[in-house]
């Protein structure tokens, strides 16, 4: 089982870019969800997807928007990217139950953002 | 809103030393709770819930209780070893199953 996959592993790009980053959930999982976690501090919950469509959203501006491909996997896209967006962006899949599906959260290593 | 909240770090003990990280929490009703370790170079691994009041958790000599009257859930540990040298997050899943972290504490064990 590979378990969640994230690519790449390190970005760097210039601020006003705009990035993509790729998300494969662990085997049997159809939810995947996203999370930014700035330095120091803990993951902050960016949203999350489920049957190709966004079902839970946190406080994260429209800049920052995601799809689901019918495999499941996932992309998140930033644009405008500020310098405040540098972080470790995490992937974490879930199988979907319906409720309390997110108890059963399996983390990606992550991408690392740094935006100059 | 709903937090957590827990002891700042970083935290420096020996090896076989009792290890305590102190987590409190602010929610409506009745979250689940968690307990996630990050370590270098890796993404998050839960490594124990509790999902109603007076619940224990326990994995890996960790433990951790679910005290709703003190809205805590303290993670333990008997003897440390230089392998659990990591960032631990304490986490909530509130009412509309979001996962709200704490900061996290990096813990540093000295052989």
């Known amino acids: 089982d590979a378990g969640v996959t994230q690519s790449p592993t390190h970005l760097i790009k210039t601020r006003g870019q705009q990035v993509t980053l790729r998300c494969s959930p662990k085997s049997g999982h159809d939810t995947v969800s996203w999370y930014q976690q700035a330095l120091g501090q803990g993951p902050q919950f960016i949203f999350q997807?489920?049957?190709?469509?966004?079902?839970q959203r946190g406080n994260f501006p429209d800049r920052f928007s995601g799809h689901q491909f019918p495999n499941y996997s996932s992309e998140l896209n930033v644009n405008a990217l500020l310098l405040g967006d540098s972080a470790l962006y995490l992937c974490a899949s879930s199988p979907y139950t319906g409720v309390r599906g997110n108890e059963k959260l399996f983390f990606g290593s992550g991408t690392q953002l740094s935006v100059l | 809103g709903d937090s957590v909240t827990q002891m700042e770090g970083p935290v420096t003990l020996s090896e076989e030393a009792f290890l305590t990280i102190n987590c409190t929490y602010t929610a409506t009703g009745y979250p689940s709770l968690f307990w996630y370790v990050q370590y270098p170079g890796e993404g998050l691994q839960l490594l124990l819930k509790a999902t109603k009041a007076d619940d224990k958790g326990s994995n890996k000599g960790f433990e951790a209780t679910y005290r709703k009257e003190t809205t805590s859930f303290h993670l333990e540990k008997g003897s440390v070893q230089v392998s659990d040298s990591a960032v631990y997050f304490c986490a909530l899943m509130n009412r509309d199953d979001k996962i709200i972290f704490g900061k996290g504490t990096r813990l540093h064990i000295l052989p």
């Open positions: 997807y489920y049957e190709e469509e966004e079902r």
